[in-house]
């Protein structure tokens, strides 16, 4: 039985398979049912979604291959918890969330990943590198940086994909994950395992940047072409255009097409990879089990292919919760629904 938690008027989306992993290509026939651990979440303080606009003076530090840029709240002794943003948004997903967390006092980072906001390479030498454990590997070369040992780590989209690689290769560095939409981890093998074509049909963009027309559409039209994945994954949210405008800034970096469309062509084996990788690639391509205590989440409305929680369960083996969060929540669930996505980093954090 899943945990359900409403957050306004219960939805039922049907929802697609993500053809990541060998694991969930199995689990094509879906089940409505997903497994779940303690049913108990810890109360956050209610808040409107879209309270908060800012975090701040943002700031940056060089880490690994990069110069991160990255917003802070919350005391430097409290523990640490990193969010992680995914494509095509940005930090603000977490705006509401991070006060939340600081309340409860944890300190909160939340860094732009490579190719967004003010996140910038230190050499124009360096490979414009978008395959997913590069990322992973981005986001532990910043706690090193910042000298932060173990830290709870939790995220959606890319930025759940980099947290259970982390939690799976790095298990000593992260005390406790939240992950929107499961286990995404995957490899360039099963991305070539093709899929049913109503689940092909909502990867359009994924075969859509693998052509030159693509990359050149993306780079012309990204804002707009970021507006319409934000209303296809999350077709109950009514965000306005200044929400919007807020993260899409973050997609001007001069590094961001580049990234973007490098990550969607590696996944398919269209492009390479870098060497240094081969190695974390290979392990990642045998999905890991996730050993760290864990909770995952999923909006009851969310549009972009994810898979059923049954596909993923078995990737779990430490304490375990998954949540359905009602009311209409789609893609982007921090920034929809801030307070349940604090209430399950505070409750995985006590597991």
Not at 145 to 162: E, P, V
Not at 310 to 336: T, W
Request: aromatic content about 10%; some cysteine; hydrophobic content about 40%.
């Amino acid at each position: 039985m899943s945990e359900e938690i409403n957050h306004g008027r219960r939805r039922f989306l049907g929802t697609a398979v993500l053809g990541l992993t060998a694991a969930e290509l199995a689990m094509i026939g879906r089940s409505a049912g997903a497994q779940s651990g303690n049913a108990n979440s810890t109360t956050v303080a209610p808040i409107k979604p879209g309270t908060n606009t800012s975090f701040g003076p943002l700031k940056q530090i060089d880490a690994g291959v990069l110069n991160v840029g990255y917003a802070e709240a919350g005391p430097a002794d409290g523990p640490a918890v990193i969010l992680l943003h995914g494509w095509p948004y940005d930090i603000h997903s977490f705006v509401d969330v991070v006060p939340l967390l600081v309340a409860k006092g944890y300190r909160a980072i939340v860094p732009y990943l490579r190719g967004y906001g003010t996140t910038r390479f230190l050499s124009s030498e360096t490979f414009r590198n978008g395959q997913p454990s590069a990322i992973a590997v981005d986001i532990i070369a910043f706690m090193d940086a910042l000298k932060i040992q173990k830290a709870i780590i939790a995220g959606f989209d890319w930025g759940a994909r980099t947290a259970d690689i982390i939690a799976a290769l790095w298990p000593e560095r992260c005390k406790a994950m939240v992950s929107v939409s499961g286990y995404l981890i995957g490899s360039q093998e099963a991305g070539k395992m093709p899929l049913p074509p109503k689940a092909e049909l909502e990867w359009w963009y994924q075969y859509y940047f693998a052509t030159e027309r693509g990359r050149l559409g993306y780079d012309k039209y990204r804002r707009d072409f970021a507006k319409l994945i934000w209303k296809l994954a999350s077709p109950k949210w009514a965000f306005d255009d200044a929400t919007f405008d807020r993260s899409a800034a973050s997609f001007d970096n001069p590094d961001h097409v580049g990234i973007v469309i490098h990550n969607y062509r590696w996944r398919l084996a269209l492009a390479e990879g870098e060497q240094k990788y081969d190695d974390l690639e290979k392990r990642l391509a045998a999905a890991p089990v996730i050993t760290v205590p864990t909770i995952t989440l999923e909006g009851d409305a969310n549009g972009a292919p994810h898979p059923d929680a049954s596909a993923y369960r078995s990737k779990f083996s430490g304490k375990y919760v998954h949540r359905i969060i009602n009311g209409g929540i789609g893609h982007n669930l921090p920034q929809e629904a801030p307070q349940a996505f604090a209430e399950a980093v505070v409750d995985v954090d006590r597991f």
